[in-house]
C-alpha cells in the first residue's frame, strides 16, 4: 500500500512537471494554453452564448508600450511577415490572433519570440472580433500606437511594407490613418472609378465614403454603390439588417450606432469609410470609447443581443448563410460594422464629397406647400437658380452641388452635371462612361467609313476590268449598200405573193404609170 502511494505521488509529480515544461516561459509570452482554452470553451455549442476566452497580455514588457501590429489569421501565409521583420527592425510587437487549425508551437517556430506572439481564439466573429477582444483585454494598457490588418494584407493593400517605413508613418493621421486602397479580388471596385477617389499617403491609400441613409459607398461620380456597374454592392446585406430590426433602409445605420451609444448629430451625412478595416489608430482614438462600448460591439457582432439571441434561437446547425454558425461569424452585421470602424474611433462625418464637391444626397420628401412657397421666395429674393441638379433614382435621392469658390470647383476631381446627351456637353469634360461610348461610336462610324470605301473601290475596279474584257463597239454609221454584189441576179424563187399591206406613201414621180402594178416588186433593184 505504501509502494502504490509512492508510485501514485512520483506519478503526479512527473505529471506536474511535464505540464510545467510545456508551459511558457513568463519573459517570452503570458497566454493561456491551447488545451487550456480548448478546456474553457468544452461543451459550449453554437446556440449557446459564446464565452469570452482569456488571454491575458504582457503587462511587465516596458518596450511594448509603443507599438503593436495585430494580426488577424485562419489559414493565411505569414510569409509577408517575415519579410516585414527583415525590413523593419523597430517592429519589435507582434501579435497574431490565429483562429485556424495551426497549432500555436508550429507558429511559434517561424518567428523569433520577442517579436512576435501567437494567440490562439476561438474561430468567432471573423477579424472583426479579433480587435475587439484585443480591446477587451488590453483597454488599460495599450500601447500609444495600433496598426490592425489582416493576415493577407498585400491583397488588399499592395504597398502595405511600405505603409509601415517610417518616413511614411510621419504622414499618418495621427488619430486615425486608413490603410487600404481595395477590397479583395472576389469584391474589387474597377479602376475607373477608385482613380478619382480621395488619395492620401502620397496616393497609397484610397480615403472612401458611405452614406448614412443607405449604407452604401458614395463614389466621388455621385453613383452609389449599387447604381455603379460591376460593382458588388450591399443591397442584399442591407435588405438582411432591415429585416432584423424592422426598418427602412435609412434608418438600418442611425439605429445601429445609437444602439452603440455612438448617435448620428445628422442622420444624413457622408462616414468615412476604411475598406477591409486594416488601418492605424492612436490610443486615445480606442480611448473615444468606453470598454463597455466594445463589450456591447462584440455581443452585437456575434448576435449575443437581445434581436440577435432571437435570431439565434430560429437558426438551424450547419455549413451555410443564415445557419448558426454564420451568424456567429457575424453574419451581414460584420461587414455593416466594418463600415463603421472609423467612424467609432473618431466620431467624423462630412456633408460633401470631398473630391467632387457634391453635396450629400437630402432624402426625397415632398414638400408642403407653405414650405414650398417659402422655398419659392427665398429663390426669387436670392435672384438665384436652384442648385438641384437631379440625376438619382429616388431610392438614392438627387444630389446638390455643394456653392464652393471658384477655386474648389477647379480643385475637384470631378464636378458632376445632370446626365445630358453627349451632344448637349460640348465643352464640358465628359466622364468615363460617355467618353467610352463616344469612342466606341467612332470606331463604328470609322468602320462603316471604311466598308463604304472598299465597296466603291471594288465596283470601280470590276467596271473597269469589264470594260477590257469587251470588244470594240459596231460603228454608229452603216454602208448604203452593204451587199459586196452591187448587180446580183435576181432570185427566181423570189416570193411575189401579193403584199396586202400596200405602201401608202404616194408615188413621187410626176408621171405616173396609167397602169399600176398593184403588187410592186419589193425589191428596189431593176
Known sequence: MVCAAMLALLAASSGVAAEAGHRERADLTNILSRRLQLRQTAGDVCHDSPLPVSTPPVADASKHRDHVLLVARYDEPLDWLTTLLAQEPWINNVVVYDKGA????????????????????????????????????HYDMLPERIWFMQADPLTHQPKMLELLQPENIKKYDPVFQALTTQFDVYARIPDYL????????????????VWSNSGDIMFSNGWREGQAPNVLGVDNIMKDLQDELGVGRADVIPRTVASAGKALVDRNVLIPYTMSAMFFMSKDAVHSNSLEFYKKARKYLLYDDDIGKSIIAKSVSGGGMYTCEWFRQGGHRGYLLERLWQYYF???TKKEHPVSRLAVPIQYQPMRAAAAAAAAAVLVAQAKPPATSAY?????????????????????TLLLEPLQSVSGQAGKPLCARQRRRAAEKKKRAQFAAQVLALALALALALALA?????????PLTLPLNPDPNPNPTPNPTTNLTPNPNPNPNPNPNPNPNPNPNPNPNPNPHP
Do not use: C
Not at 392 to 405: H, I
Not at 466 to 474: D, G, I, V
Open 102 to 137: 495551426d497549432t500555436r508551437a508550429t507558429l511559434e517556430e517561424q518567428f523569433p519570440s520577442d517579436r512576435v506572439r501567437i494567440r490562439k481564439l476561438p474561430n468567432l466573429g471573423r477579424e472583426g472580433e479579433t480587435l475587439l477582444h484585443y480591446i477587451i483585454e
Open 194 to 209: 477608385m482613380t478619382r477617389e480621395e488619395d492620401q499617403m502620397d496616393g497609397m491609400v484610397k480615403q472612401m465614403w
Open 346 to 348: 473618431t466620431n467624423a
Open 392 to 412: 438619382y433614382p429616388q431610392l438614392s435621392t438627387d444630389l446638390k452641388r455643394s456653392k464652393g469658390s471658384a477655386a474648389d470647383a477647379k480643385s475637384a
Open 466 to 474: 469589264l470594260a477590257l474584257a469587251l470588244p470594240l463597239p459596231l
